[in-house]
């Protein structure tokens, strides 16, 4: 598959926003990148053009039946100036693989790779300077076929957005987060879309996180939906625990998403000599060695935010305190995927792109 990029230039330039108030997903660049779907003709018309509203008719499939899933990744400018992608194409891969769950189809990996990379070229100077900034880029694949029926659409639009990011903490320093773990909720079931990054999942994720805010907390722990037992993931993010010496990470299933942070994070940790490994881990066990004091942190993974540390885990009847705050092995691994991203440590893995 080959793809020709048209770009029309915006002739209407935005105001940048201060690198030092950027938040997360507020500020939009000039452009997005477009390209339609049709059945019977495939992947045509890739296109850059300037960002603005969609037209989509009221009878679109994603507007009905939620056929719909998305991507995050990041450029970051390095401390020598240079825009570099972070593992763009598994991204890519992963929009790919996703997408049959939802009878989607989805471009090829590399094409959509290229496509993105020259928005980020045309974008270049939004990628901001700052320590802990990034371009965010958000690829979406929305069903925008005008059919009430349910079946798959013939008809689909995948387009990309990229938003300048400031530290997800607001600060220089990691943040820790209180967690409540929810045992009524599911996020994901056996055989559904938790493994897809499916909108309707964070649809599913929503009203729990609403709840647990209100009570005080930042964020829920999902638990295996039939027994809520099993450790899944905390917030929208990946799960890492620290056991004694052992590293421990869910074991990757249909009920939890592939992140790209955890692989990183599972291959920088094995580099390094630590035990790795990937495994179910129950709450029973959590809380065993909460009590005999093995459990020495609790994190969470993703690209948004690379590294988030729990302080607190409670249950209904129960408050589990997490070391005391910043625990060492979260802060490294934030360090060295930071480092490595930023140019200021080797990238080993070869996981970044000159754009
Ligand atoms: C996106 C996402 C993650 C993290 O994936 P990364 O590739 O590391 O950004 C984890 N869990 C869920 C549910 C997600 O949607």
């Known amino acids: 598959m080959n793809l020709e990029v048209r770009i029309e230039r915006s002739s209407t330039p ?27 003709r495939g992947w045509h018309d890739a296109r850059i053009v300037p960002y603005g509203p969609l037209a989509l008719d009221p009878a679109a499939a994603v507007l009905h039946y939620g056929q719909a899933m998305f991507e995050g990744a990041k450029a970051i400018r390095g401390d020598d100036g240079v825009v570099r992608l972070f593992r763009l194409e598994r991204h890519c891969a992963r929009l790919a693989s996703g997408a049959p769950r939802l009878c989607m189809p989805a471009p090829e990996p590399a094409v959509l790779r290229d496509a993105i990379t020259e928005l980020v070229r045309v974008e270049e100077s939004w990628v901001p300077r700052a320590r802990n900034t ?72 929503l009203q729990a996180a609403v709840r647990a805010k209100a009570a005080g907390f930042d964020q829920v722990l999902w638990l295996d939906g039939a027994q809520h037992e099993t450790l899944e993931e905390v917030g929208t993010m990946n ?27 599972i291959t920088l940790a094995r580099a390094r000599g630590l035990t790795v490994t990937e495994r179910p881990v129950s709450l029973a066990e959590i809380g065993d060695a909460q009590r005999s004091g093995l459990l020495k942190e609790v994190f969470g993974s993703g690209t948004a935010a690379v590294v988030s540390p729990v302080s607190e885990l409670v249950t209904r009847d129960r408050r589990m305190v997490v070391g005391d705050g910043v625990g060492p092995v979260a802060q490294s691994f934030y360090d060295e995927l930071t480092g490595i991203q930023r140019g200021t440590r080797p990238d080993v893995h070869g996981w970044l792109t000159a754009i």
């Open 239 to 265: 799960l890492f625990v620290v056991l004694g010496d052992e590293l421990v990470t869910p074991v990757l299933g249909d009920t939890v998403l592939a992140g790209v942070t955890r692989d990183s994070i």
């Open 134 to 205: 990034a371009l965010y880029i958000r690829p979406t694949l929305v069903a925008t076929e005008a059919f009430l029926g349910v079946r798959p659409a013939t008809q689909y639009l995948l387009y990309v957005i990229l938003s300048p990011v400031g530290s997800y903490y607001g600060g220089d320093t990691l943040k820790p987060v209180r967690i409540w773990v929810e045992t009524e909720q599911t996020r994901a079931a056996h055989g559904g879309l938790g493994s897809v990054k499916a909108g309707a999942n964070y649809a599913a994720s």
């Open 14 to 40: 935005k105001p940048r926003p201060a690198e030092s108030d950027l938040g997360f997903g507020r500020n939009f660049t000039d452009h997005m990148l477009l390209l339609d779907y049709a059945e019977g």
